[in-house]
Antibody
Framework: QVHLVQSGAEVKKPESSVKVSCKASADSFSTFAFNWVRQAPGHGLEWMGG????????IYAQNFQGRVTITADKSTNTAYMELSSLKSDDTAVYFCARGPPLLPPRYFQHWGQGTLVTVS | SVLTQPPSVSAAPGQKVTIACSGGYSNMGTNSVSWYQQVPGTAPKLLIYDNNKRPSGIPDRFSGSKSDTSATLAIAGLQTGDEADYYC???????????FGGGTELTVL
C-alpha cells in the first residue's frame, strides 16, 4: 500500500517562495519517480517536473525552468518541490504523484492528497 | 491544452460513454497514454496506463484504446459514482514535458 502525505496549505506573498513536501511510505522510495503536478482553481492538470531519488537528477517543464526546484531526501523518504518568485497565478493545488522508475514519466499511479498554495 | 478533449459528456445509468483525446505526432503519436478520474476536491486517480492497461482494483468497465494520435476512454455500465472529471495524459517530445488534456466532465443523467 503506497501512501503519499503532503504538507499543509500555505499562504504566500507575491515574489516569495514556497516549499511543499511529500512523504512516502517506505516502499523502495529511492527507485521510483516522484513528480509534481499542479491544478489552478477551475483548471486542468499541469506537470511541473520529476525526480528519481537514487539518480538525483531532476527534470523540469520549460514553463517552470529557473523557478522550480525538486529534491528528494532518501533518509526520510520525502520529496520536495520549491517554487520561487511566486505570482498570483501560481495559486493552485500542488500534487505529488509517484510513477514507475522512469523519467520522462509514463504515468502517475499514486497521488498525494494535494497542497493548496495561495499567493496573495 | 496540448491534448484536446470534449468539455463534457453525458449518458444515462447503465449506458456506455466514450471520451476522446486527440494530440499530435510529438506526443500521442510516439508515447503511450494514461487516463485519470478526478472527483472535484480530491486527487486524480489512475484508470488506464500504457494506452489500455488497468491498474489493480480498476473494474473492467473502464477500457482504453489508442490509434495514431488519438485515444479513447470507454466506460460501460455507467453508475452515478462515475460522475467526475476525466483527463488524458502523455509525454511530449518537443515540449519535453508531461502534458494533459483539458478534462472532460462526465454527467450520469
Amino acid at each position: 500500500q503506497v501512501h503519499l502525505v503532503q504538507s499543509g496549505a500555505e499562504v504566500k506573498k507575491p515574489e516569495s517562495s514556497v516549499k511543499v513536501s511529500c512523504k512516502a511510505s517506505a516502499d523502495s522510495f529511492s527507485t521510483f519517480a516522484f513528480n509534481w503536478v499542479r491544478q489552478a482553481p477551475g483548471h486542468g492538470l499541469e506537470w511541473m517536473g520529476g525526480i528519481i531519488p537514487v539518480f538525483d537528477k531532476p527534470i523540469y517543464a520549460q514553463n517552470f525552468q529557473g523557478r522550480v526546484t525538486i529534491t528528494a531526501d532518501k533518509s526520510t523518504n520525502t520529496a520536495y518541490m520549491e517554487l520561487s518568485s511566486l505570482k498570483s497565478d501560481d495559486t493552485a493545488v500542488y500534487f505529488c504523484a509517484r510513477g514507475p522508475p522512469l523519467l520522462p514519466p509514463r504515468y502517475f499511479q499514486h497521488w498525494g492528497q494535494g497542497t493548496l498554495v495561495t499567493v496573495s | 491544452s496540448v491534448l484536446t478533449q470534449p468539455p463534457s459528456v453525458s449518458a444515462a445509468p447503465g449506458q456506455k460513454v466514450t471520451i476522446a483525446c486527440s494530440g499530435g505526432y510529438s506526443n500521442m503519436g510516439t508515447n503511450s497514454v494514461s487516463w485519470y478520474q478526478q472527483v472535484p476536491g480530491t486527487a486524480p486517480k489512475l484508470l488506464i496506463y500504457d494506452n489500455n492497461k488497468r491498474p489493480s482494483g480498476i473494474p473492467d468497465r473502464f477500457s482504453g484504446s489508442k490509434s495514431d494520435t488519438s485515444a479513447t476512454l470507454a466506460i460501460a455500465g455507467l453508475q452515478t459514482g462515475d460522475e467526475a472529471d476525466y483527463y488524458c495524459g502523455t509525454w511530449d517530445n518537443v515540449l519535453r514535458a508531461g502534458v494533459f488534456g483539458g478534462g472532460t466532465e462526465l454527467t450520469v443523467l
